[in-house]
């Protein structure tokens, strides 16, 4: 099986524990109005690639990692190649490297045959890094033109079953900057048991050049990066450090 590869990075440090070697994989489901990857939402192209070669490549960088790092696969959405993140998790497991997916979760479902497809994923997945878009569905599907009730679902699931999981947040003024919804989110990351890191990432704009050089309309225009003051008051009430 071979996977629709995007890009590649050799030295990731702040992409789970350790230093990574990145995968970033072709499609998404999802159209975030901040996405700093447009050019990875289309399922076709990329550089087809197969599983033992990218591990052979990512161990030529092993010696870097230390003993926490390892491999992350992210994209685009990472699920949307979920037979190919099988083949390669499973094999990266069997060479003894850490695996580590980077994901919306906008693929969950808990019909068959995904469902244990998932479930065989996650035999060899060490840590899910998961992002909340937005805890209110009405405005998730305004930012990511898609529904939140089977994300919140996956993360439920993935909580029953003891999978380790950090929390990912990007912080957008006006729109995930607000109190009311920042409090909500921790009340239901609260209700997870398999959390073991919250990170708020602050909205930027590197990106923006991607969708002028793409022709697609970016409906972010005039938003600024967050305040720092605002970024550790987000962290803050994630964490459950601050009072409603």
């Not at 069997?94 to 995904?114: V, W």
């Not at 035999?123 to 899910?128: E, K, Y």
Request: glycine residues 10%; negative net charge.
């Amino acid at each position: 099986m071979q996977g629709r590869v995007h890009s590649i990075e050799s030295f990731g440090s702040a992409d789970g524990p350790g230093v990574r070697y990145l995968i970033f994989l072709k499609g998404c489901p999802m159209r975030c109005r901040y996405c700093h990857n447009p050019d990875t939402w289309a399922m076709d192209g990329g550089t087809l690639m197969g599983a033992d070669e990218l591990l052979d490549e990512a161990e030529r960088y092993r010696s870097y990692w230390g003993p926490q790092g390892g491999i992350t696969v992210s994209g685009g959405e990472a699920l949307a190649q979920t037979g190919f993140l099988i083949e390669l998790f499973e094999k990266a497991k069997a060479r003894g490297i850490n695996t580590c997916l980077d994901t919306s979760l906008a693929p969950f479902t808990r019909n068959e045959p995904y469902l244990s497809e998932f479930n065989r994923l996650m035999g060899s997945c060490d840590l899910v890094m998961a992002d909340i878009k937005h805890i209110d569905p009405v405005e998730h599907k305004k930012l990511t033109g898609r529904g939140n009730a089977n994300i919140l679902d996956c993360l439920r699931y993935l909580s029953d079953a003891g999978q380790p999981v950090w929390i990912r947040h990007v912080l957008v003024p006006g729109i995930t900057d607000i109190d009311e919804y920042l409090f909500r989110t921790r009340d239901f990351i609260a209700t997870l048991a398999n959390v073991e890191r919250v990170e708020v990432l602050p909205y930027h704009t590197l990106g923006v050049f991607k969708w002028r050089e793409l022709g697609i309309p970016y409906t972010l225009e005039g938003v600024e990066p967050p305040a720092p003051e605002r970024v550790a008051r987000a962290q803050r009430i994630l964490r459950g450090e601050a009072e409603s």
